[in-house]
């Protein structure tokens, strides 16, 4: 397969997420991290809870889906990282956000100063 029919395969993945599973791939693009503190970090997002009933069915599906990797740390604790894949998603996705968002040349400065304040 060539690399743009792969990033095209990831992109197209991305577009089948919903954005809670979005969301999880981008806290999972900061570091690895364990169920719970990625369930905290969806807390801090949302605003509320967030069950277990809904986390880890997600989870697993985005490992299913070779998005993120799952690694034992413990016989009770799994660590969860973003894979080349996903992270290639994630890209992509920012890419079609951003060519919508720099189509007008208002929100254009606005982008970049949130670009800049992010590094």
Avoid at 27 to 41: N, P, S, V
Avoid at 44 to 72: C, S, T
Avoid at 81 to 91: F, K, P, R, V
Wanted: no cysteine.
């Amino acid at each position: 397969m060539a690399e743009g029919d792969n990033v095209a395969t990831n992109v197209g993945r991305m577009r089948n997420l919903t954005a809670f599973q979005h969301n999880i791939l981008v806290i999972l693009a900061e570091e690895a991290r364990y169920g719970l503190a990625i369930k905290r970090e969806l807390e801090a997002f949302y605003d509320e809870e967030v069950n277990h009933g809904r986390l880890y069915p997600n989870l697993d599906d985005l490992v299913e889906m070779g998005l993120i990797r799952k690694a034992e740390l413990d016989k009770r604790t799994n660590e969860y990282s973003l894979t080349d894949a996903g992270e290639q998603a994630i890209l992509g996705r920012l890419e079609w956000v951003f060519s919508k968002l720099l189509a007008d040349e208002g929100r254009r400065g606005t982008l970049m100063a949130l670009v800049e304040a992010a590094e």
